[in-house]
């Protein structure tokens, strides 16, 4: 008898202990919020935001620890049709990330009143007709996230749920404001829901896969994006070609690489003084990424035509 006593208070320990963790994609097209989203729940910064389209190029991963639960939110670029190379090559690693996630998160923005009379799919963006054919299979391990509903009213928030509700039989549908934080509580416990029960992928204190050197090159590039207008930031690299850990001051050295020498002359400026700005603000918010001071040093180089260059983008780590 004691023995059966010992197996019940086991299998109770381990029910009582359990560990739910799995991996959430985020999808969407391009500046529906799926960055901003990610930093939020996470609660730091980890994926870089800017008003333009496509900033992000790479799978990120952002890991919230609560407890028994871990959540991996999957970042991926933004879905849309594109001919460049690069562009294919991104759209392909979001468009991975379907196959391989415990549950998606489609990331929409409100639709337009003009739409919401439309009978058929047409009521959706073009580009959310795409990936509402990707996951489609998918349809009840995917939670539609309604975003930006800070920004229409509360009966527009209401249509647009019902019109979303129509086209397939997905899990749920949550609104939210990402920027405003609005929901995100309930969108959470959501998520929770659909968890296997799994050990922890990572450490419990990890917010992020990605590596001290990813994160600075990459707020390199949001400064970029923030402050270049027009085409340039798409046609910008940067390489970490230096990361020297000191515990006074962490020397850091980037190259940024650009397909023109016109380009190389807006990003430097009239007297390096664009170059400047970009370097101090990456700066700063690097030093709050490591919490320790850093010295930063970039410099422009002309790799022309590489995003659409097999063996450039090899180089430059898109394989």
Known sequence: MKKNKDNFQQTKDQKENKQNCGFI????????????????????????????????RNRILGI???????IVFVD???IHRTEKLLNRKIVAYATETLRNTDLNLWIVEPLPESS???????????ED???LKLLLEKAKRTVIVLNKIDTIPQGQILVCIEKLAGIADFAEIVPISALKSTNLEHLLETLKKYLPVHPFYFETHQVTDASERFLSSEFVREELFLRLKQEIPYSVAVIVEQFEDDPKCIKIACTICVERESQKGIIIGKKGEMLKKIGTAARKKIERLLGNKVHLALHVKVLKQWSNNAHHLRSLGFN
């Open 25 to 56: 994609g985020l999808i969407g097209r391009p500046n529906v919020g799926k960055s901003t989203l990610l930093n939020q729940l996470v609660g730091q910064k980890i994926s870089i935001t800017a008003h333009k389209a496509q900033t992000t």
């Open 129 to 131: 007709q795409g990936i």
């Open 64 to 70: 919230r620890t609560e407890l028994n639960t871990q």
């Open 76 to 78: 991926t670029p933004g």
């Open 116 to 126: 919401l009379h439309k009978k058929d799919l047409s009521f959706l963006h073009i």
